[in-house]
């Protein structure tokens, strides 16, 4: 199986995160990336595709705020990573930003993402390895995995958030679109809801997101991923919600996949995308499933029985130690 990841993309390290009421150590650090890849042995560099797979899913505006936004922060005499403190929830219009604290609330979900000098790159190669990872598919590989960090499903058209800049499964499965494929699935199986993700697919028939993911009324992204959400418009139906409660073991899981699956089989897509995060891991520091090490593969079996076309992009997972093998047991089960 090719495996894509650009060593641009460890550059990106954010330090503090804003959690609970207090700055902690960011928990989406490149040691992830490191471990996966020592787990994997050899990556490929991806091939450069430009910006225009990225502006086909995120708003031009957006995309020239990330790239400037860190160079901004030090104009304004800031130090460290760029992050917002106000958000324009309120009331909020279409207004004239002159100030890099404006834009940061206009452009992210959360204060958990801050931007450093490095992410833009970091974000901009995860991309690419997503789209080099299609590449690999369409020229005939049954399956290719994408090693993106920084992660992307939280990420929208127009906002970054949950460690996420550019959304490279929505990337992948537009560029999918127009390489000719009629109808991509994507399959979301980190820890977490992806609503950039949903969102961006929200009101499309083309593209059917499927998500597993620890119970939003409880758990981040909490305004998100609710079980009712199921798209609208020409979307309508083709976004599926599977939240699950705290201590979700295998045997639960496998039948709520079991659920999912049958709804991608029942939209007869020609490509799947797989956002896949080892953040269901037992021993996860942020998350609340009970997935052990040796039940990836068995995920990874049910999905391949779908017999798609596959782009396996990587999404969070945070017990460091654990993430190679925790990878490495779900690609092998492909
Ligand atoms: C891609 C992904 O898995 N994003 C998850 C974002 C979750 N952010 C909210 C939870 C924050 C917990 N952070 C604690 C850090 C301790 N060092
Ligand atoms: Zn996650």
Known sequence: MRMIFDPRQSAHAPALEMH?????????????????????????????????????????????????????????????????????????????LDRIDAMLGRYSMDAGTPITADTWDAAYWAAQSALTALDAVLAGDRVAFALCRPPGHHA??????????????????????????????????????????????????????????????????????????????????????????????????????????????AFAPDMLIVSFGADTYEADPISHFAIRTQDYAEIAGAIAKLALPSVIVMEGGYAVDALGANVAGFLSGL
């Not at 020592?38 to 430009?50: K, N, V």
């Not at 304004?76 to 324009?88: F, K, Q, S, T």
């Open 20 to 96: 609970n009421g207090g700055w902690v150590a960011h928990a989406e650090v490149p040691g992830r990336a490191a471990n996966i890849g020592a787990a994997l042995g050899a990556t490929e560099a991806p091939a450069d595709h430009g910006l225009a797979s990225i502006t086909a899913i995120h708003d031009p505006a957006y995309v020239d705020f990330l790239r400037s936004a860190h160079r901004r922060w030090l104009e304004a005499g800031r130090e460290g990573d760029a992050v917002g403190y106000i958000w324009p929830v309120a009331r909020r219009r279409d207004v004239q």
């Open 156 to 265: 929208g058209a127009d906002y970054l958030g949950g460690y996420c800049y550019l959304n490279n499964a929505a990337i992948a499965a537009q560029a999918a679109r127009d390489a000719g494929a009629t109808r991509v699935a994507i399959l979301d199986v980190d820890y977490h809801h992806g609503n950039g993700t949903q969102d961006i697919f929200w009101n499309r028939g083309d593209v059917l997101f499927a998500s597993i993911h620890g119970d939003p009324r409880i758990d981040y992204p909490f305004y998100w991923g609710h079980a009712d959400e199921r798209g609208e418009g020409a979307g309508e139906g083709a976004t599926l919600n599977l939240p699950l409660p705290h201590g979700t073991a295998i045997a639960p899981y496998l039948a709520a996949l079991d659920q999912v699956l049958a709804a991608i089989r």
